[in-house]
Structure formats: structure tokens, C-alpha cells
């Protein structure tokens, strides 16, 4: 859990697959307004695992996806059949993919702001 200066609640996920903890400590108590997780199937949650986890238990208003473990873009779009596409389409919320060299912003609330 990570708390910024502007009020943002970030939960990263880390290595790790569906907990309890998800719900009753991320969202229940710290609120989390922003998720990166981990959807790399090794270790980690899949992209099924993780969009139950994100949809259901943590809820945040956006969400990062990060270690897919796979070259999940190419010019800058997310590539057909990859896990980061299966996660985008099972998701509730606005999803972010990390590009290089491009840095997001987001406010208080989880909204990104500014390189989405």
C-alpha cells in the first residue's frame, strides 16, 4: 500500500494469487483508489484471477496492469491474444498499460490524468 501526497491509495499487488486480505484490508480499510497488479500466471494471478480480484474484491477506480510476463505490446497497442488483452476485456474498470518512455499521472481519486 502506497499513500501520495494528493490523498491516492495505491495497492500493489506484488507477487501473489487471490487473498481475503484483497477485500477486507485493501479495499475495506485503505481504501485503494489505484491497483497495479500482476498478471503474469506464474506466481501470480492469471487474467481471470486478477480481474475477480480487481472487480470484486479491491474495486478500485483504475487499475495498472504490470509482469504479464509476455511482450503484450507493439507501437503502443496492447497486442491481440495476450494475457494483457484477456485482462482488459474481463475488466470493470479503466485499465493502464505501461508504455516506455510514457509517464501517467493520477489524481486523488484513482482517475488518470495525464498520460492514459
Request: neutral net charge; charged residues 20%; contains cysteine.
Amino acid at each position: 500500500m502506497l499513500k501520495f501526497s494528493n490523498g491516492l491509495v495505491a495497492y500493489l499487488s506484488g507477487d501473489t494469487g487471490i487473498t481475503g486480505d484483497q477485500e477486507k484490508v485493501v479495499r475495506g480499510h485503505y481504501k485503494a483508489k489505484l491497483a497495479v497488479i500482476n498478471i503474469g500466471d506464474t506466481f501470480t494471478t492469471g487474467p481471470t484471477e486478477a480481474a475477480y480480484v480487481i472487480n470484486d474484491l479491491v474495486q478500485p477506480a483504475s487499475v495498472i496492469v504490470s509482469h504479464a510476463n509476455e511482450p503484450a505490446t507493439e507501437g503502443g497497442k496492447v497486442k491481440p491474444g495476450t494475457r494483457t488483452e484477456s485482462f482488459i476485456k474481463a475488466t470493470k474498470v479503466p485499465v493502464h498499460v505501461p508504455l516506455s518512455g510514457k509517464t501517467m499521472a493520477f489524481d486523488g481519486d484513482g482517475v488518470c490524468v495525464a498520460g492514459c
